[in-house]
């Protein structure tokens, strides 16, 4: 019973491990991007200089599909050459394509910018203002994932279900230290019995 219990109690513990090295920065990277949303409406929110954004379009394929997550690392707009991938603000989205070409305008650096599966360049140069980082990598098709987290049955999978199991997590926890604290007692009892009993 008491191996039974012991190892009962190491699966509780590392489902437990394993909910919080998933979860937690998890909640720690939403919370951050939530609260810069709503502290800098104007501004893309960032976790420690990285941006995620999900593509939506194939104009950069084959190096980067529709679907994915890509992050960006801001970055000194000077710093930047042909062959760069940047994201940047085009309106009211934000486009990540590769540097094609630096040009000066009245003395104010513009990028000419086009995605690799197109035939021609954007239209428009970017402004250095714009540029909201240089790419760094990417995860394939975890722009779809974050896209089913926004919907119910996302949020009832990735928010309800993992707070539901960490929940059940710290009862199960709770009940089985109570059992063992209740069985230490009843052990310290009979010894005191038996003690009593040697005595008389």
């Given at each position: 019973?008491?191996e039974?219990?012991?190892?009962?109690?190491?699966?509780v513990g590392?489902?437990?491990?394993a909910l919080?090295?998933?979860?937690?920065p998890?909640?720690l990277?939403?919370?951050?991007?939530?609260?810069k949303?709503?502290?800098?409406?104007?501004?893309?929110?960032?976790f420690?200089g990285?941006?995620?954004f999900?593509?939506?379009?194939g104009?950069?394929?084959?190096?980067i599909?529709?679907?994915?997550?890509?992050?960006?690392?801001e970055?000194?707009p000077?710093?930047?050459?042909?062959?760069?991938?940047i994201?940047y603000?085009?309106?009211?989205?934000?486009v990540t394509?590769?540097?094609?070409?630096?040009?000066?305008?009245?003395g104010?650096?513009?990028?000419v910018t086009?995605?690799?599966?197109?035939?021609?360049?954007?239209?428009g140069?970017?402004k250095?203002?714009?540029?909201?980082?240089?790419y760094?990598?990417?995860?394939?098709g975890?722009?779809?994932?974050?896209?089913?987290?926004?919907t119910t049955?996302g949020m009832?999978?990735?928010?309800?279900?993992?707070?539901v199991?960490?929940?059940?997590?710290?009862?199960?926890?709770?009940?089985?230290?109570?059992?063992?604290?209740m069985?230490?007692?009843k052990?310290?009892?009979?010894?005191?019995?038996?003690l009593?009993?040697?005595?008389?």
């Open positions: 019973m008491k039974k219990n012991g190892l009962l109690q190491k699966i590392a489902v437990g491990i919080c090295v998933v979860f937690v998890l909640l990277i939403n919370v951050t991007l939530i609260v949303s709503y502290t800098s409406p104007d501004k893309v929110p960032d420690l990285y941006k995620p999900i593509v939506l379009s104009s950069m394929e084959p190096s599909m529709t679907g994915d997550m890509v992050f960006v690392k970055t000194d000077d710093s930047l050459k042909v062959g760069d991938v994201a603000k085009s309106g009211s989205a934000v394509h590769r540097i094609v070409e630096v040009k000066s305008e009245n104010e650096t513009r990028y086009q995605g690799d599966a197109n035939n021609a360049a954007d239209q140069m970017v250095p203002a714009d540029v909201e980082g240089i760094q990598r990417r995860i394939a975890a722009g779809n994932l974050a896209m089913f987290m926004q049955t009832i999978l990735f928010v309800v279900c993992p707070l199991l960490f929940v059940l997590w710290d009862v199960i926890r709770r009940q089985l230290e109570s059992r063992k604290e069985s230490r007692t052990e310290l009892e009979m010894e005191l019995e038996r009593r009993a040697e005595k008389g």
